[in-house]
């Protein structure tokens, strides 16, 4: 008897068990934050309810995660006065999905500085579910209804920032961006823990908000013969990409996440960014009846100065992967203040390792391969670099823009150390990791005052006299690019060689 109450509660047990790894795939326990499980979670929800539409879908989940805010509703209508409101979350969603849904998409910022409503994407990127949704919502929205677009711009990231600008007027227009934060862990994360005190615009809201737009504006473009696909192949799509070996993003054609920055602004910046905010902001005191906060005379400055902010950061700069997320050790000793703005960016190749990284966790282990390379064979503080150029889209943070970096001996303190993964001795690296360096890193550096403007580009090489880096492929694309110079003894030993000649 007392066996068989056991067992019976065992394979009760089991068959919970079996349901709840059939949908996250994982058997893990707690739900994981990342853009796999939800994609999963998504997929299940499609497979139980064949004939879904999207439309439908993003509905229900704006209802569970109770996105029926004033805005909202005022662009999509309410997500559950659809007619039949048995077809929304409470028969597509099962219990479990409900929950998890719940969990995953609701946005909130604990007292102690963990921001949930957000997954780590496979690109090493965190992501907001909410402005993703709002933006795939009016995407699929303008497509069933064969309507233009309407809320686009303002639901993903006019109301975001136009907010976070005014709630933080005293602060500098940098300090009313951001922060970025860590997970506890990049292969079971669970939690994220932002790097300083939130604005109302954290990275992650900005992140979802650029995807939200990238992918409802593709959804909304597909022509009237084109079938809409699943919600779960338009995410897989997007942020479930592998790669082409050897050509890296040069290889894809189709928008993927890395990209978000670049195709984000293609899409929005035409749309008078200024006049969105404004006209967003109006919109929802008129919303509120709180028309009144509009005669501050403020409101258009930090409009201007925030907007000046976000376009220098989040569209000019490229997304670095900060040392957390790669699993950065720390520097051993203390770092040494660098006086800024530098003069000179030093160019190099890794030789090893000689292949380029071309996803997140790959180019992570290299980074964590060649700082343990640094701190524990060669006895240094850190990994040399100031920065390493994956070919997975980012650019990861070295010693960074503030502390002295050990790359190009005699050098140091008068430049930075930026090394692209791989070994270019006979072959380039992929054209968008060289643009990446190249255009996206220098202009950043420029505006921030941290490069003068008429910085220089060596290659190691021509700085010390035992070394082929960046390899002579490399090498002599660089000796093409603006800013390269050529050091004045190689000028003076070739007007040499030239007289003996
Ligand atoms: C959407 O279509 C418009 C006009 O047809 C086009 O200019 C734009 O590039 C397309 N955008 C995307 C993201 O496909
Ligand atoms: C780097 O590439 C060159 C030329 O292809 C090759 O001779 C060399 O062995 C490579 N080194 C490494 C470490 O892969
Ligand atoms: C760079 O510009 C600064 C000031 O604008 C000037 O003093 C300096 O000589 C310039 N350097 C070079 C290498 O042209
Ligand atoms: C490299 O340069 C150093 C210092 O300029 C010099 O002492 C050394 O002989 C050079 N080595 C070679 C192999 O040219």
């Keep these: 008897m007392r066996d068989n109450m056991t067992w019976f509660g065992l394979s009760f047990f089991f068959i919970l068990a079996a349901s709840y790894f059939s949908v996250y795939g994982k058997p893990t326990g707690v739900h994981l934050r990342n853009m796999d499980s939800f994609i999963s979670a998504v997929e299940q929800v499609e497979n139980s309810n064949p004939g879904l539409s999207p439309l439908t879908l993003v509905r229900a989940l704006r209802t569970t995660a109770g996105h029926d805010d ?32 719940d969990k995953a998409s609701h946005h909130v910022v604990t007292d102690y500085g963990e921001e949930r409503g957000v997954v780590l994407t496979p690109d090493g990127t965190t992501v907001a579910l909410a402005p993703l949704l709002l933006g795939i919502e009016v995407g699929l929205k303008a497509k069933m209804e064969a309507a233009p677009t309407v809320g686009m711009f303002p639901l993903t990231l006019a109301r975001t920032l136009g907010l976070s600008f005014l709630s933080l007027q005293d602060f500098p227009p940098s300090h009313r961006l951001g922060p970025d934060g860590c997970w506890d862990s990049v292969v079971q994360p669970r939690v994220f823990k932002l790097a300083r005190p939130p604005t109302l615009a954290t990275n992650s809201l900005i992140n979802g908000g650029m995807d939200g737009a990238i992918l409802g504006t593709l959804l909304s473009n ?71 906060i509009s005669l501050d005379t403020n409101v258009e400055k930090s409009v201007k100065e925030g907007l000046q902010a976000f376009v220098y950061k989040y569209w000019d700069c490229p997304a670095i992967i900060p040392r957390c997320q790669w699993g950065a050790e720390a520097y051993h000793g203390t770092p040494v203040p660098l006086s800024l703005p530098l003069a000179f960016l030093y160019i190099h190749h890794t030789y090893q390792p000689s292949s380029p990284c071309l996803s997140f966790p790959q180019c992570s282990k290299d980074m964590r391969a060649m700082q343990r390379y640094h701190q524990e064979d060669r006895g240094w503080g850190d990994i040399g670099y100031s920065f390493v150029v994956g070919s997975d889209g980012y650019v990861y943070e070295g010693r960074g823009w503030h502390h002295l970096g050990r790359h190009t001996r005699g050098h140091n303190s008068l430049g930075y150390g930026v090394s692209i993964i791989g070994n270019y001795t006979s072959v380039l690296p992929p054209r968008h990791s060289m643009d990446l360096l190249r255009h996206r890193l220098v202009q950043c550096a420029v505006d921030g005052g941290r490069l003068v403007a008429n910085f220089t580009f060596h290659g190691h090489r021509q700085m010390v006299n035992y070394t082929s880096c960046p390899g002579d492929a490399f090498y002599s694309e660089v000796t093409t690019w603006n800013h390269f110079k050529e050091i004045d003894s190689e000028k003076q030993k070739k007007e040499k060689d030239k007289q003996v000649e």
């Excluded at 999509?76 to 099962?94: F, R, V």
């Excluded at 696909?229 to 996440?257: A, I, R």
């Design 70 to 101: 004033p805005l909202t509703i005022h662009y999509l209508g309410a997500s559950n006065k659809l007619g039949d409101s048995k077809t929304l979350e409470t028969a597509i969603l099962n219990a479990t999905s409900f929950s998890f849904f």
């Design 222 to 292: 597909l022509s009237a013969s084109e079938q809409l696909q699943n919600l779960s192949t338009t995410l897989k799509g997007y942020y479930s990409y592998v790669l082409p070996e050897g050509q890296g993003l040069d290889g894809v054609s189709h928008p993927v996440s890395p990209n978000r920055r670049e195709i984000s602004r293609s899409i929005l910046e035409p749309l008078d960014p200024h006049k969105q905010v404004i006209e967003t902001l109006k919109l929802i005191w008129k919303l509120e009846g709180t028309e009144w």
